[in-house]
């Protein structure tokens, strides 16, 4: 099975901070990298998918890059409303992965 | 518009069984492959399950292999899963989603996530 890390486990920044979240598989996922949002108590809510392309609806503030094993997603000017934990999964092949989640709070 | 309405969740002991169901609108339902993805209480998310568009294709995770079934009624816009031989470490929220692309079954993302329907497996 692939596994996927995040980076990091958390983190602390203030409204209007830009923020960066790494993601790792354990083995060339190609792009087939999706990122999700969570707030408390909520379902997830998907962000992007192929690695680097917004769902509809979602905001250009966020961003993803990467491919093979390493990517990122970009907040660029982070709101109030973006206080969440972040996921990373892959869909390269079954059994689908997810990383262990970025918590972002308020700094 | 597109939405996904889970139920079916609740207190069971261990040992018993209980079925989840996923209610599909608003899009065509029989088009497309359906998950089913958990989330223990205070956890990440963890990838269950999935069902081809027709429902003749159907993998699992190894945790739930043997004991959980997928199954689906496209005349009923309707996902199933079916929990035998529950134990305490299947306590969390069970959601089900859908895949972006129509007819596809492998390398493709979630779009739609229902809001989840939560089960406690407790005696």
């Known amino acids: 099975d692939i596994q996927m890390t995040q980076s990091p486990s958390s983190l602390s920044a203030s409204v209007g901070d830009r923020v960066t979240i790494t993601c790792r598989a354990s083995q060339d996922i190609s792009n087939y990298l999706a990122w999700f949002q969570q707030k408390p108590g909520k379902a997830p809510k998907s962000l992007i998918y192929d690695a680097s392309s917004l769902q509809s609806g979602v905001p250009s503030k966020f961003s993803g890059s990467g491919s093979g094993t390493d990517f990122t997603l970009t907040i660029s000017s982070l709101q109030p409303e973006d206080f969440a934990t972040y996921y990373c999964q892959h869909y390269h092949s079954y059994p689908f992965t997810f990383g262990p989640g970025t918590k972002v709070d308020v700094k | 518009q597109v939405q996904l309405v889970e139920s079916g969740g609740g207190v069971v002991q261990p040992g018993r069984s209980l079925r989840l169901s996923c209610a599909a609108s608003g899009f065509t339902f029989s088009n497309y492959a359906m998950h089913w993805v958990r989330q223990a209480p205070g956890k990440g998310l963890e990838w269950l399950a999935v069902?081809?568009?027709?429902?003749?294709?159907?993998k699992y995770t190894d945790s739930v292999k043997g004991r959980f079934t997928l199954s689906r009624d496209n005349s009923k816009n309707t996902l199933y899963l079916q929990m035998n031989s529950l134990r305490a470490e299947d306590t969390a929220v069970y959601y089900c989603?859908?895949?972006?692309?129509?007819?596809?079954?492998?390398?493709?993302?979630?779009?739609?996530w229902g809001q989840g329907t939560m089960v406690t497996v407790s005696s």
């Open positions: 989603a859908k895949f972006r692309s129509s007819r596809y079954y492998y390398s493709d993302a979630f779009d739609i």
């Open positions: 069902i081809s568009y027709d429902g003749s294709n159907k």
